[in-house]
Nanobody
Framework: QLQLVESGGGLVQPGGSLRLSCAAS????????IGWFRQAPGKEREGVSC????????NYADSVKGRITISRDNGKNTVYLQMNSLKPEDTALYYC?????????????????WGKGTLVTVSS
């Protein structure tokens, strides 16, 4: 089955940057749409971004639009989330998820496979 492992989280100052990675194994990632999600303490999960299987479509939540870029390298079976101008409210457990390919993608949409998450802490 498809397995997803996130990495790249850590402690960063406000205004700083991180690049999260979502590495897939067990299946060919090119057949899947990928979504990034986050969950902060005391809050519900929210969708952050998504990318279609081909990479031709990307979408972002309004809260991160302009500060985050999602991309994928199907040759490496990896999806990335470049995060810039980070704010304390971005602090959360970030995780990626996958579903079989579809036309376009939906931020926060239904997923079939989930990673375990990587923690991002934004604090001075």
């Amino acid at each position: 089955q498809l397995q997803l492992v996130e990495s790249g989280g850590g402690l960063v100052q406000p205004g700083g940057s991180l690049r999260l990675s979502c590495a897939a194994s067990g299946r060919t990632l090119k057949n899947y749409n990928i979504g990034w999600f986050r969950q902060a303490p005391g809050k519900e999960r929210e969708g952050v971004s998504c990318i279609s299987a081909s990479g031709g479509t990307t979408n972002y939540a309004d809260s991160v639009k302009g500060r985050i870029t999602i991309s994928r390298d199907n040759g490496k079976n990896t999806v990335y989330l470049q995060m810039n101008s980070l704010k304390p409210e971005d602090t959360a457990l970030y995780y990626c998820a996958a579903r079989m390919w579809d036309i376009g993608c939906t931020v926060g949409g239904t997923q079939q496979y989930w990673g375990k998450g990587t923690l991002v802490t934004v604090s001075s």
